[in-house]
């Protein structure tokens, strides 16, 4: 799913802005208006991005909106029912496998949870995706689509918690590029991150 846009506008409780993530296919986009800055690059710069002062990290954002591929060379089933395959997903470190993601698919083909882990086993990440609603659009060669109306992300190493409510999921099959514009005031300070 690396090959799609997506524009999320996020706001807190009051009703004001907290972020605005645009993806357009690798490329990504990130407006933190608190700290009136706009940091923007590859998604695989995202790994490691220390100049994004967030509790949110945005690699974690970026994986609870578009779950990632699984390459099925390292990639093994761990345990299969009728409501979910759980998946093993591993990395490389040195030449030594290990286990660095662990997958929770659905039937309809979406992935309900996930959890990273890094090389000495640690969790850095675990997403819940909850509350799927079928959307009902003729997307490509799709009759519709699953959609969580609820994300929560688990950061350990931070020790917070985000939870993200969907309240407008509209799935578009031709994009026009000015439902994509990302306006920010002026004076924004531009961060690109390189890889």
Do not use: W
Request: glycine content about 6%; aromatic content about 12%; hydrophobic content about 35%.
């Amino acid at each position: 799913r690396l090959d799609e846009r997506m524009l999320l506008s996020c706001y807190d409780s009051n009703k004001n802005l907290v972020f605005v993530f645009r993806t357009l296919d690798r490329r990504f986009d990130l407006y933190m208006p608190s700290q009136n800055t706009l940091y923007h690059g590859s998604v695989f710069d995202l790994e490691d991005s220390p100049e994004i002062e967030s509790h949110l990290k945005p690699m974690d954002l970026y994986r609870a909106l578009k779950p990632g591929m699984f390459d099925p060379k390292h990639t093994e089933v761990d345990a299969s029912s009728d409501v979910r395959i759980s998946l093993n997903v591993f990395g490389n470190k040195d030449g030594e496998p290990y286990l660095s993601r662990k997958a929770y698919v659905m039937p309809v083909g979406d992935v309900a949870g996930e959890l990273f882990f890094d090389a000495e086993g640690q969790t850095l990440t675990e997403i819940q995706r909850h509350d799927f609603e079928e959307v009902k659009e003729s997307v490509g060669s799709f009759k519709s689509i699953y959609f969580p109306k609820k994300i929560t992300i688990v950061s350990p190493s931070t020790g917070k918690n985000t939870a993200i409510f969907f309240t407008k999921v509209k799935p578009l099959d031709t994009i026009d590029t000015f439902e994509f514009l990302l306006r920010v005031p002026k004076g924004t300070k531009e961060v690109s991150l390189k890889e």
